[in-house]
């Protein structure tokens, strides 16, 4: 349903193009995406976004030749906050990071500045570069939350629709609101739940390649049906956006139809061409945790 899906700013992207691969360092191959175009759809003003919140990749196949020509590896972690005029083009930046292949670089560090000069100027706001030594990578840890998570995938639901339906989510505090009794002085039930389904699928904007992810999603409010919640996910299924705009289209549903006192969404998104891509939206909390699922 992207309405922007023709802006001049997506068919200038070497996205779903044919592309040679450079292995000399190239800093003009990255690409920033306007994050407006999604978020005039939502009607979202960025000076007054009703979230907080950042971008968090993952680099497993970075690597450079060290001034004796040896190749160096290293596993990189990128975050951009989420109030940057422009997120990275995902192709762009793998077509980036294999031009330093064959490039020569002193240190890490040397590295390091170089990553965040050049996505700090795609992004237009600071970018924040980590990159960790193989053996030493945090990044690395399947790490679980000490918070109890229910995984509302078990539910046994028909399911006859794969095409995005924000509106499922009108019933998702039906069988809630019932529950409370209807005197006028009976305040509303609340709850505080931490969900995860691990069967969002959506479609590249550009490419329709499909792109998996386990969704995070702790909220406080009223309760939310998770089957209804569980059939307003399977919604995305055919639905082509770009790994960002599913997030905050699915926390904009969330707190239109749903009214929550706090929210937080995180999708942790499989690789691709050794990039993962964990968009992290909240009302309360800025930073994504450090953590991957399995099937990063």
Same mark, same amino acid.
């Given at each position: ?13 070497? *996205?779903?193009?044919?592309? $040679? ?35 968090? !990749?993952?680099?497993?196949? *970075?690597? !450079? *030749? ?9 596993? %990189? ?11 990275? $083009? ?32 795609? %992004? ?30 078990? %539910? ?55 792109? !998996? ?34 997030? $905050? ?40 945790? %450090? ?6």
């Amino acid at each position: 349903m992207a309405t922007y899906q023709n802006s001049k700013e997506l068919k200038n992207l070497t *996205l779903g193009k044919a592309t $040679e691969y450079c292995s000399e360092y190239n800093p003009n191959l990255l690409q920033g995406v306007p994050r407006s175009l999604n978020r005039d759809d939502l009607s979202l003003v960025s000076n007054t976004l009703p979230f907080i919140g950042e971008d968090i !990749w993952y680099g497993y196949e *970075l690597s !450079w *030749l060290n001034n004796k020509g040896k190749p160096i590896v290293a596993v %990189a972690e990128f975050r951009f906050a989420c109030t940057s005029p422009n997120l990275v $083009e995902s192709k762009s930046f793998k077509l980036y990071l294999n031009s330093f292949n064959q490039s020569k670089f002193s240190s890490f560090d040397e590295v390091k500045k170089i990553l965040i000069k050049d996505l700090s100027a795609t %992004a237009g706001i600071q970018a924040q570069v980590t990159l960790f030594p193989v053996e030493q990578c945090p990044a690395l840890a399947i790490k679980v939350s000490g918070r109890e998570i229910t995984c509302i995938d078990e %539910a046994d639901i028909t399911v006859d629709n794969y095409q995005y339906t924000a509106e499922l989510l009108k019933y998702a505090q039906t069988d809630a609101s019932s529950e409370v009794s209807s005197s006028d002085t009976c305040p509303v039930k609340t709850v505080s739940e931490n969900l995860v389904s691990h069967l969002l699928k959506s479609n590249c904007l550009i490419t329709n390649q499909p792109d !998996w992810a386990s969704v995070y999603i702790s909220y406080e409010g009223a309760p939310i049906d998770h089957s209804i919640l569980l059939q307003y996910l399977i919604s995305f299924r055919q639905h082509n956006e770009f790994h960002e705009q599913c997030v $905050e289209r699915i926390f904009c549903d969330l707190q239109e139809y749903c009214q929550l006192s706090k929210l937080t969404v995180f999708a942790r998104y499989t690789r691709r061409g050794g990039l993962d891509i964990n968009p992290f939206r909240s009302t309360h909390i800025a930073y994504a945790p %450090a953590a991957r699922t399995l099937r990063q």
